[in-house]
């Protein structure tokens, strides 16, 4: 039986760890959609036309998430994702996810409103700026990207006043969606509420 969790929120939420758990947690396929606007950002900036390259997009592109996480392919990923063609050419393997047998969890920025509008559970996973941009400061330092945290900062004010802004598919929650703010929770706490509200759901 199908049974969709839709993730959605602004950069460096929590909603990529809130979902794995998630995830895990349920027995759930999971799919990170940010994944697949920064495979199709990375082709553009290696010189391929973004529609053609959301078109053609294969299960390889994606497999090597680490290079995917950079912010030069990060911001990439927002401006292909302002392509109506780009999203509509990702809609349609984002959908049968969703819908698989055995549970999914999407998280993104649209799952609840256009790609999963009938998702059984939907959150909306915010955190403040400032917070947000040290936790992402703290993942790439990690993975030994070389960044500052002001860097970061700007970077992610950058990419949310794009995703926002876009005509299609703007960043914001759906109406049913459960808001789940984590500036002053940890991990687990963030995990424990977001397992709350599917349950309550389900
Ligand atoms: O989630 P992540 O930060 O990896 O996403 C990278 C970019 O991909 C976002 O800034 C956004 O522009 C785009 N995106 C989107 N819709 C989604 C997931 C990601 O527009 N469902």
Redesign the pocket.
Known sequence: MAFTIAV?GP??SG??TISRRLAAHFGFAHL???????AV?RQMLEGTDPVTAARALTPEDVADADA??SQAV?QA???V??MPDV?AALLDF?RAFARRAGGAV??????GTV?CPEAEAKLFVTASTEVRAERRFRELAAKGHETTLAEVLDDVMA??A??SA?SD?P?KPAPDAVALDTTQMDIEAAVAAAIDVVQKAG
Request: proline residues 0%.
């Open positions: 959605d950069a460096a909603k990529g990170d959609t940010g994944l697949l606007y920064r950002g995917l996480r990060g990923a927002s401006k994702a302002a999203r984002q999407l998280d993104g920025r649209d799952i790609i990419r949310d794009r995703d876009r598919a960043l």
